[in-house]
C-alpha cells in the first residue's frame, strides 16, 4: 500500500524533529559520555540478558566491525564483561556488570523523564494514538529492512503483543467502533455518513441489551484504545441463532492474530450457549476476512447485490453450525 506524498513529507519532518529533540544530534545521548549506538548496545544487553556481539549487530542493524570496536570500549570502561559460551568456546557472551547496570538504569529514567514530560503537553487519546502510532511504525521500519515476509510476519506479531482482549461494554465503544468502521470502510469501499451513522445506532441499541446472557461484546485493547471489535448478538435474529456483529480491527493491528483471537473468544461463547447457528453478513471483496471466516468453519451460503450498507455491493451471508450439530 503507497502513502501519499503529504503524508509521507509529514512523518519525515516529524522524524526529523524527534531526532533532534530526543538528543540524536549530539555526541552522546541520555546524559551518558557514550554514543547513541553504544546506549542502544547497553539497551539491549539489558532486554536479552546476554548476547554474543554477533547478536548485537543483528539487533543494532550495524556492522559486526563497530560492534567489535564499540564493545571493547564499553568493557575497558567496566560496563560489560563477557564470558565463554557454553556451546561455542570460540564464542563470547556479554552481559552487563554492575556498573553497567547502574549506567542503563540511570538511561532508562533519563529516557522516562523525556517521555512522561512530552506526553503531559497530550490528552490521553493522543498519548495512546502515539503510543500505537509509533510502535506500528517502528515495527514497520524493521520489516523493510529485515526484507523479508518472515521480518514483516515478526514485525505485526510483535505489534500485537501488547494487545488484549476484554469482554462486556468498555466505556468510548460506541464511538471507537463506529469511528474504526467508518475510516476503514470509507477509505477502501467510499462509504459515507450512512454507513456510519447505521453502525453508531446499531451499536447504541445493542449496547442496552449487553444485560441479556445471549449478548456480549468483546474489544482488543492496546495501551487502553481499542483496536478492534466483535459482538453476538443472540436476540435479533430468532430461531436459536447468533447474530455476529461489528467485526473490526484498527489498520496497524491486521495480521498478527487478533483478529483471530476476537472470533475465537465469540465462536466459543455461541458453544457454550448452544445456539443452532452463527450467521454473520459482510460483501464480496473482504478477503482477508473470507479467508479466516472459513478457516473457523463458516460458509457461504447466501449473495447477492444489495444497499444495506449505503452502496451497492454483493452482500454475502456466512453460517457456521454449532459444533456437533
Known amino acids: 500500500m503507497t502513502a501519499d506524498p503529504p503524508l509521507v513529507n509529514d512523518i519525515r519532518s516529524a522524524s526529523r524533529t524527534m531526532v533532534r529533540e530526543l538528543g540524536f544530534m549530539a555526541n552522546t545521548l541520555a546524559a551518558t559520555p557514550y554514543s547513541a549506538s553504544a546506549v542502544h548496545a547497553l539497551l539491549e544487553i539489558d532486554a536479552h540478558g546476554t548476547v554474543t556481539a554477533a547478536q548485537l549487530a543483528d539487533f543494532l542493524g550495524l556492522d559486526k566491525s563497530s560492534v567489535s570496536r564499540m564493545v571493547a570500549k564499553l568493557i575497558a570502561n567496566g560496563e560489560l564483561q563477557e564470558q565463554p559460551c557454553t556451546d561455542d568456546a570460540r564464542a563470547k557472551q556479554l552481559q552487563l556488570s ?3 547496570q547502574r549506567t542503563v538504569a540511570g538511561i532508562h529514567a533519563y529516557g522516562q523523564m523525556q517521555v512522561r514530560s512530552a506526553l503531559a503537553q497530550l490528552n490521553p487519546s493522543l498519548q495512546q494514538a502515539v503510543a500505537q502510532g509509533l510502535t506500528a511504525y517502528a515495527q514497520a521500519l524493521q520489516a523493510h529492512r529485515l526484507g523479508s515476509a518472515a521480518g514483516q510476519a ?3 506479531s510483535a505489534a500485537t503483543h501488547s494487545i488484549q482482549i476484554h469482554s462486556g461494554y468498555r466505556a468510548g465503544a460506541i464511538g471507537r467502533i463506529a469511528e474504526m468502521h467508518a475510516v476503514f470502510y470509507a477509505r477502501h469501499w467510499g462509504f459515507g455518513a450512512f454507513f456510519e451513522s447505521k ?5 447504541a441499541e445493542f449496547s442496552g441489551r449487553l444485560g441479556e446472557p445471549c449478548n456480549q461484546i468483546w474489544t482488543a485493547v492496546q495501551n487502553e484504545r481499542i483496536v478492534g471489535s466483535v459482538a453476538i448478538d443472540g436476540q435479533d435474529l430468532g ?6 456483529r461489528w467485526f473490526i480491527l484498527d489498520d496497524g493491528c491486521r495480521g498478527g492474530g487478533v483478529g483471530r483471537q476476537l472470533l475465537t473468544q465469540a465462536l466459543a461463547f455461541c458453544d457454550q450457549r448452544g445456539f443452532a447457528s452463527t450467521e454473520l453478513w459482510t460483501f ?11 478457516s473457523l468453519g463458516f460458509v457461504l451460503v447466501h449473495e ?3 444497499q444495506q450498507w449505503g ?11 454449532l459444533h456437533g450439530a
Open 154 to 156: 515478526s514485525s505485526a
Open 199 to 203: 453502525v453508531a445506532s446499531g451499536l
Open 304 to 306: 447477492e447485490a444489495g
Open 239 to 244: 430461531n436459536n441463532q447468533a447474530h455476529l
Open 98 to 100: 554492575a556498573q553497567g
Open 284 to 294: 464480496q471483496g473482504l478477503d482477508a476476512a473470507r479467508r479466516l471466516y472459513e
Open 311 to 321: 452502496s451497492t455491493v454483493v452482500e454475502q451471508q456466512f453460517s457456521r453450525r
